[in-house]
């Protein structure tokens, strides 16, 4: 109908396979917040067959000198982002296994289903909160 509107991404997904979409609609554009130079984005997909697109969990970071952002795939019923992971790991020090299980718990719901187990997938985002570790490492962050 030629109306435009503004859907923050943290808001798009309402439920398994149910977006703020309306019939009709469809994204014109996606307006991004550019990462500092010195960002580096750290992506896992953790897939048990190569030929299928639907990953068990999907961890994207974007760490940086000033930031973490960290969102997941896999880990709930919609793609999210983990406040209380980001939370932690903007404290400056390096949590231990047990933090970091607590803050993917507050932030996801992982479920059984043929593509893995809940205890996988928490074990598999652990691994990947530790990928993102070494890269803020690397940046000088912890």
Not at 55 to 67: M, P, R
Not at 95 to 108: K, M
């Amino acid at each position: 109908r030629g109306e435009r509107r503004r859907v923050s991404v943290d808001d798009f997904h309402l439920d398994y396979r149910r977006t703020r979409l309306a019939d009709g609609e469809y994204i014109a554009a996606a307006h991004l917040r550019l990462p500092s130079p010195d960002a580096r984005l750290v992506v896992h997909k953790f897939s048990k067959r190569l030929e299928d697109d639907i990953s068990t969990v999907l961890g994207a970071a974007l760490v940086s000198a000033s930031e973490v952002r960290i969102a997941w795939g896999g880990m709930a019923a919609t793609p999210r982002r983990s406040p209380a992971l980001e939370q932690l790991l903007a404290s400056g020090t390096t949590p231990d296994d047990a933090a970091i299980d607590a803050a993917i718990a507050t932030d996801t719901t992982p479920m059984d289903d043929v593509r893995g187990s809940a205890r996988y997938r928490a074990a598999m985002a652990r691994a990947f909160v530790h990928e993102a570790l070494d890269v803020s490492r690397e940046l000088g962050r912890a």
